[in-house]
T-cell receptor, first 112, second 114 residues
Framework: TQLLEQSPQFLSIQEGENLTVYCNSS?????LQWYRQEPGEGPVLLVT?????EVKKLKRLTFQFGDARKDSSLHITAAQPGDTGLYLC????????????FGEGTQLTVNP | NAGVMQNPRHLVRRRGQEARLRCSPM?????VYWYRQLPEEGLKFMVY????????ESGMPKERFSAEFPKEGPSILRIQQVVRGDSAAYFC????????????FGAGTRLSVL
């Protein structure tokens, strides 16, 4: 059973469209991090959310942490081909020490 | 300020050989984590180390795998007698524990076992 469920698993859209990626769990996380990974590279940190209900914006990307700290979403406005990549959510649980639990990722393709 | 450095980037080994993967954390970071990404799967935690100490090795296979983070030098993930199922991307991350344990990742080592 995957502790962090990401959906959708694959997403292919046209340039200019909006999209939302979801990261859901039945467990509570003390913090949640979003990463983007390019082929052949390591995950690059985009944002960390800590407080329930927190919203963070990074240019065209909006991240939200659920009130109960069990879920998160990533919304991209007016997607561009440069947004193409694997988006990963990763949670830190108070009972799990310092190890991150990753979702399986959402592979986003933005077509020009 | 260099990021997390991993080497080699690619490593090819034959079954039964040993693989040594190196990780130098970001400057000022004393916490190192190793994760494995199998083909078509997400990243899975393996081990968490501080200088000269293994803090959490709950994700490490019980046999053939070991990790160290000596007082001087990089962290090493060692896989003895590799098998084809060990083929994966191995990522190292580092953090400054005080700041919300934000982990920064290296580019990874792609291990291929022939």
């Amino acid at each position: 059973t995957q502790l962090l469920e990401q959906s959708p698993q694959f997403l292919s859209i046209q340039e200019g469209e909006n999209l939302t990626v979801y990261c859901n769990s039945s467990s509570v996380f003390s913090s949640l991090q979003w990463y983007r990974q390019e082929p052949g590279e390591g995950p690059v940190l985009l944002v960390t959310v800590v407080t329930g209900g927190e919203v963070k914006k990074l240019k065209r990307l909006t991240f939200q942490f659920g009130d109960a700290r069990k879920d998160s979403s990533l919304h991209i406005t007016a997607a561009q081909p440069g947004d193409t990549g694997l988006y990963l959510c990763a949670g830190l649980k108070e009972t799990s020490g310092s190890r991150l639990t990753f979702g399986e990722g959402t592979q986003l393709t933005v077509n020009p | 300020n260099a990021g997390v450095m991993q080497n080699p980037r690619h490593l090819v080994r034959r079954r039964g050989q040993e693989a040594r993967l190196r990780c130098s954390p970001m400057k000022g970071h004393s916490h190192v984590y190793w994760y494995r990404q199998l083909p078509e799967e997400g990243l899975k935690f393996m081990v968490y180390l501080q200088k000269e100490n293994i803090i959490d090795e709950s994700g490490m296979p019980k046999e053939r795998f070991s990790a160290e983070f000596p007082k001087e030098g990089p962290s090493i993930l060692r896989i003895q007698q590799v098998v084809r199922g060990d083929s994966a991307a191995y990522f190292c991350a580092s953090s400054v524990q005080k700041i919300q344990n934000i982990q920064y990742f290296g580019a990874g080592t792609r291990l291929s076992v022939l």
